[in-house]
């Protein structure tokens, strides 16, 4: 394990939707699967880490030998995040997080009556840009999903979570994005460099943004 490149570095990973509670039995959520969280664990593993992966609902196992700390909502996300940042050395993004949130979950299941029912959200607490303003914070690494306009979109995310690397991912892509087993990535490097990867399966992936962080951090 000692000449592994990664031997001694501590990282956290976030994968995985949330689910944001509307009543006991609804919610509001998305399609990610964990799985290219999960290929993100597996890999820095690989390479010596010790890894803590914070996982949203997901059907996806993970081997033993991560600490593996499951979680539902973006607050109970951004609280075990929290907990354990301050000593690790690499942290990746990539869970899917609800930006909002039902403003007041009812206490029973919500019964049908009127035609139409309005649900008022409120924001959530953005992780990601909250380690970014950390004073003392890891290498840090985080996705973007986008639909349109997808440079522009991740370089403005880029900035403003101040990530040293940002990973863009795009659902105009085919085999791109939630639930498929492949992915088709662009780098964002700190400097505005951008550098643009061909559709791969989703360790490959991992293994590209792995390789490129052990470049920049080892
Ligand atoms: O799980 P899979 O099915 O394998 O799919 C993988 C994936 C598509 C979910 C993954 O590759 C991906 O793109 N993850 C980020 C999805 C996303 O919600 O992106 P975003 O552009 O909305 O968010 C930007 C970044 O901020 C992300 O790093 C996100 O984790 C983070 N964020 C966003 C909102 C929030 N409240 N807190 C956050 O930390």
Do not use: W
């Not at 570095?9 to 919610?27: H, M, N, Q, S």
């Not at 607050?75 to 050395?89: N, R």
């Amino acid at each position: 394990l000692k000449n592994k490149p990664l031997y001694g570095k501590k990282c956290l990973i976030t994968a995985g939707p949330t689910y944001e509670a509307i009543d006991p039995v609804r919610f509001i959520g998305n399609h990610s699967s964990g799985k290219m969280g999960s290929e993100l664990a597996h890999q820095l593993l690989d390479q010596g880490a010790e890894v803590t992966l914070v996982m949203g609902p997901s059907q996806v196992t993970t081997s033993s030998s991560i600490n593996r700390l499951d979680v539902k909502s973006a607050q109970e996300m951004y609280d075990a995040v929290h907990e354990h940042i301050s000593d690790q050395d690499i942290a990746i993004f990539s869970a899917a997080v609800a930006d909002y949130r039902p403003a007041n979950p009812a206490d029973s299941k919500i019964k049908k009556s009127e035609d139409t029912l309005s649900l008022e959200l409120v924001k959530n607490p953005d992780i990601l840009a909250s380690v970014g303003a950390l004073q003392h914070r890891p290498f840090l690494v985080g996705f973007a999903l986008e639909t349109n306009d997808e440079l522009e979109h991740a370089f403005a995310k880029a900035k403003k979570k101040n990530t040293d690397l940002l990973i863009l991912n795009s659902m105009r892509d085919k085999g791109a994005g939630f639930g498929t087993d492949t992915n088709k990535i662009t780098m964002i490097h700190r400097s505005g460099e951008h550098q643009e990867f061909a559709l791969k399966s989703k360790a490959d992936v991992a293994k590209d943004i792995v390789n490129e962080i052990i470049k920049q951090v080892v």
